[in-house]
């Protein structure tokens, strides 16, 4: 009998039937509108982001797209605890696909980006994190597909060209509203353009895994 192994996997997980996963996406929609109104010299996203530009004026905006991610971290304010709590729920649930639920988990900084049309995010990494995850407070039916790349593309390629090739070099993940994507952070990852006059609004966060070598002692 023949079997397909999956080896050496980098999971990515997706949960769209969180409980209220509606109301929620709803509530952090007015929230992520009033902290762009709140910090006019914000964060830039699409081709400003890798330059870590902020916003001059509104119009920055509008040209780049906002992100809250150097003016305010959502995991540390109380009145984001709405957001925070599902986040750390499907923190939990990745953790449990992996098969280990018992590992604790701590989120160290959560922010929102909002996209207008033609915005993205270029391919980046989620340094000093090991866990990253977004959440899909507002996505247009699609457009804007959120991409991995194969940490082995480079060695994949110089190997096996796309032609005779058998191995996926980019998996894509079609975003919609209330969805969760977790990832590990060290997947390079970038958006496709955002092709809608309909905002596109995300929550992000990056968690630790909280652990301890044992000593001897801990094992007598």
């Given amino acids: 009998m023949s079997e397909i192994i999956s080896m050496f996997s980098h999971p990515v997980v997706t949960l769209d039937d969180y409980p ?23 964060g830039l996203i699409s081709n400003a982001w890798h330059s870590g530009k902020r916003a001059e004026s509104k119009e920055d905006y509008k ?5 809250s991610f150097y003016n305010v971290n959502l995991s540390r304010r109380d009145d984001f605890d709405f957001m ?20 604790g988990i701590r989120i160290d900084s959560a922010w929102t980006s ?22 899909y407070a507002a996505a247009t039916e699609g457009t804007g597909k959120l991409v991995f790349d194969n940490p082995s593309r480079g060695h994949f390629q110089h ?28 997947l390079a ?19 630790q895994l909280q652990f301890s070598k044992p000593t001897d002692a801990d094992l007598t």
């Fill in 20 to 42: 209220n996963s509606d109301a929620i996406a709803d509530k952090f929609y007015e929230k992520s509108m009033a902290l762009m109104a709140q910090y006019p010299d914000a």
């Fill in 189 to 207: 990852h970038n958006t496709d353009p955002h092709e809608s006059d309909d905002f596109r609004v995300i929550y992000s966060a990056n968690a």
């Fill in 84 to 103: 925070n709590k599902p986040a750390m729920a499907a923190f939990a649930q990745y953790m449990r696909v992996v098969g280990k639920p018992n590992i």
């Fill in 159 to 186: 190997f096996y060209p796309p032609e005779i090739s058998w191995l996926q070099y980019r998996f894509s993940v079609q975003p919609k509203k209330g969805m969760f994507v977790v990832f590990p952070s060290y």
């Fill in 114 to 135: 909002v996209y207008g049309r033609d915005h993205f995010v270029p391919q980046h990494t989620h340094p000093m994190s090991h866990l990253s995850l977004v959440f």
């Fill in 63 to 67: 040209k780049h797209g906002f992100t």
